[in-house]
């Protein structure tokens, strides 16, 4: 298995453009997670997914973020309008059942809001 | 107060020597008790799972759960310049069917040649 795809892997944008990051889960896995890392804060959960349904979005920072998971094997995390503080390594992650310990990760986006 | 507190660091230590990390938290419903190793510009991968409290070994490493005190603990014996990464301690209350992790900040460990 290829493990968690993400895309793009590096993006440079300006304040006020839309991101749109990508990720494709490993197959047969049923959970999905999006984190968001910074060095001052850590690794963040901002929401995560059951069989594509979103269970729970609490850390998703400001109604600016949304996220969507139309199919087993794709999810998408959008910013929009992007602020400089957005600025991160986003992360996705999944797992099969309700085993927190199988989560695995992808190799992340990194994201700079000029 | 963060839930999680974990010294960032850096720590460098030498090649050979017993490397100690540790994590201290204050909720007393998480159960399940994890480490993940990152290494520069990747993602974090699982180290170490442990339910409750006791000691868990695998080879070099061996992870350390005490919950009346609320303190993890990850050693690592032998230490190698490979294990330089940044270590993530992670934890989760599984009640209420709650998937959360909540991670620590990482430390940073540099093991010298």
């Known amino acids: 298995d290829a493990g968690v795809i993400q895309s793009p892997r590096h993006e440079v944008t300006e304040m006020g453009q839309e991101v749109t990051l990508r990720c494709k889960p490993i197959s047969g896995h049923d959970y999905l997670f999006w984190y968001r890392q910074t060095m001052m804060r850590g690794l963040e959960l901002l929401i995560y997914f059951n069989n594509n349904v979103p269970i729970d979005d609490s850390g998703m920072p400001e109604d600016r973020f949304s996220a969507k998971m139309p199919n087993a094997s794709f999810s998408t995390l959008k910013i929009q309008p992007s602020e400089p503080r957005d600025s991160a390594v986003y992360f996705c992650a999944s797992s099969f059942g309700r085993l927190q310990e199988t989560q695995y990760f992808g190799p992340g986006t990194r994201l700079l809001v000029l | 107060q963060k839930e999680v507190e974990q010294d960032p660091g850096p720590l460098s230590v030498p090649e050979g020597a017993i490397v100690s990390l540790n994590c201290t938290y204050s909720?007393?419903?998480?159960?399940?008790f994890m480490w993940y190793r990152q290494y520069s510009r990747k993602g974090p991968e699982l180290l170490m799972y442990?339910?409750?409290?006791g000691n868990k070994e695998d080879g070099r490493f061996t992870a350390q759960v005490d919950k009346s005190s609320k303190y993890i603990s990850l050693f690592i014996r032998d230490s190698q310049p490979s294990d330089s990464a940044t270590y993530l301690c992670a934890m989760s209350d599984p009640s209420g069917g709650n998937e959360k992790l909540t991670f620590g900040t990482g430390t940073r460990l540099t093991i010298i040649p």
């Open positions: 909720n007393s419903a998480f159960q399940y």
């Open positions: 442990t339910y409750s409290s």
